[in-house]
């Protein structure tokens, strides 16, 4: 009998650390998503000349941009294919609009 009081204090022990532990694990999942969306008027964003659509890039001030390149088919994003935005290796904790474009855009490796 008193075996099963300590593995009942034990199971309530453990079911009490299991519930400390839930909101933390989802503080953590939740800052883990909470990266920032990158703005134009974003200081480093307007040194590479970053916009969130592709289509308003202006060719003679970025005569490098091709038609077609966009932060999708860019080497530096890490975004999940299809996505909307997501996450690029220029711009730490920030995220990306998958059809936007900056100078430093370069061809993804097959
Ligand atoms: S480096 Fe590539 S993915 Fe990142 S903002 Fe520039 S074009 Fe987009």
């Known amino acids: 009998?008193?075996?099963d009081r300590i593995t009942r204090r034990g199971l309530l022990k453990g079911a009490l650390a299991g519930l400390a532990a839930v909101p933390a694990a989802s503080?953590?999942?939740?800052?883990?998503h909470a990266a920032e969306a990158l703005s134009e008027?974003?200081?480093?964003?307007?040194?590479?000349?970053?916009?969130?659509?592709?289509?308003?890039v202006d060719p003679k001030t970025n005569p490098s941009y091709k038609a077609g390149q966009t932060?999708?088919?860019?080497?530096?994003?890490t975004?999940?294919?299809?996505?909307?935005?997501g996450p690029c290796r220029i711009f730490p904790n920030k995220t990306v609009k998958a059809a936007g474009w900056c100078k430093v855009w370069v061809p993804q490796q097959s």
Request: glycine content about 8%; charged content about 25%; proline content about 3%.
């Open 79 to 85: 975004g999940a294919p299809g996505s909307a935005e």
């Open 41 to 56: 008027e974003d200081a480093a964003a307007k040194s590479l000349g970053y916009v969130t659509d592709a289509r308003r």
């Open 27 to 32: 503080l953590l999942a939740r800052e883990a």
């Open 71 to 77: 932060c999708a088919n860019c080497f530096q994003y």
């Open 1 to 3: 009998m008193n075996e």
